[in-house]
């Protein structure tokens, strides 16, 4: 089946730095990729959904600001978390449908990245 | 609103069969998946409905009723890599998952 690929999977950092986080897919163009956060024992919570070439949409109450999603490439997507704090600790998942599958298409998710804000 | 209703936790035996029942309210339907997640991993897509009806995959069956907005997804012959959480997923009209807590399923030798 199709693979996507997220990096790092694991990432321990200092409070106050940034963090980035990488999304591909590795057999697939992907117009639309989605990214989640999810804390221990709770649902996936969308995040934004990153558009190939335009501004990603963010969910109420994400900041964009904070949380910096580029879309540069069909099969690249990057989230960066600016000026992580503690709270920011959380397991953030992203992913990806096959262009060729419409919008009913398999979601293909990456590996996960789990951050820890120190 | 929205609204997904799952059982939380559920136990069975190695195996034997179980049933693990979805509830849901969506704005508009194009669908619904159901994903298996283990502790500390991604999901994993497992099925999609978006008639009603059964449909079969191996060991895992997934069904929908429209209607009655409701699914459950059916797992035979369990086995103990199956124990994970299980997550539906029905999609509204603008082609978003809506995604509840799920049901971790614990299984017993």
């Known amino acids: 089946g199709a693979v996507v690929s997220q990096h790092p999977s694991w990432v321990i950092c200092k409070s106050g730095t940034s963090v980035k986080i990488e999304c591909r897919s590795l057999?697939?163009?992907?117009?639309?990729m989605f990214w989640y956060r999810q804390f221990p024992k709770q649902s996936l919570m969308l995040m934004a959904t990153s558009n190939e070439g335009s501004k990603a949409t963010y969910e109420q109450g994400v900041e964009k600001d904070k949380f910096l999603i580029n879309h540069a490439s069909l099969t690249l997507s990057t989230l960066t978390v600016t000026s992580a704090h503690p709270e920011d600790s959380s397991f953030y998942i992203c992913s990806a449908r096959d262009r060729m599958g419409g919008d009913t298409g398999e979601l293909f998710f990456g590996e996960g990245s789990r951050l820890t804000v120190l | 609103g929205q609204n997904i209703d799952q059982p939380t936790e559920m136990t069975a035996t190695e195996g034997a069969i179980v049933q693990i029942n979805c509830t849901y309210q969506?704005?508009?339907?194009?669908?619904l998946f159901w994903y298996q997640q283990h502790a500390g991993e991604a999901p994993t897509f497992l099925s999609y409905n978006v008639l009603d009806g059964l449909e079969e995959k191996g060991r895992f069956s997934s069904f929908l009723s429209r209607s009655k907005g409701y699914s459950y997804l059916l797992l035979k012959e369990l086995q103990m890599k199956d124990s994970a959480s299980y997550l539906c997923a029905p999609m509204d009209s603008n082609y978003q998952l809506i995604w509840g807590a799920g049901t971790k399923l614990i299984i017993k030798p």
């Open positions: 969506t704005s508009g339907f194009n669908g």
């Open positions: 057999d697939f163009q992907a117009t639309t």
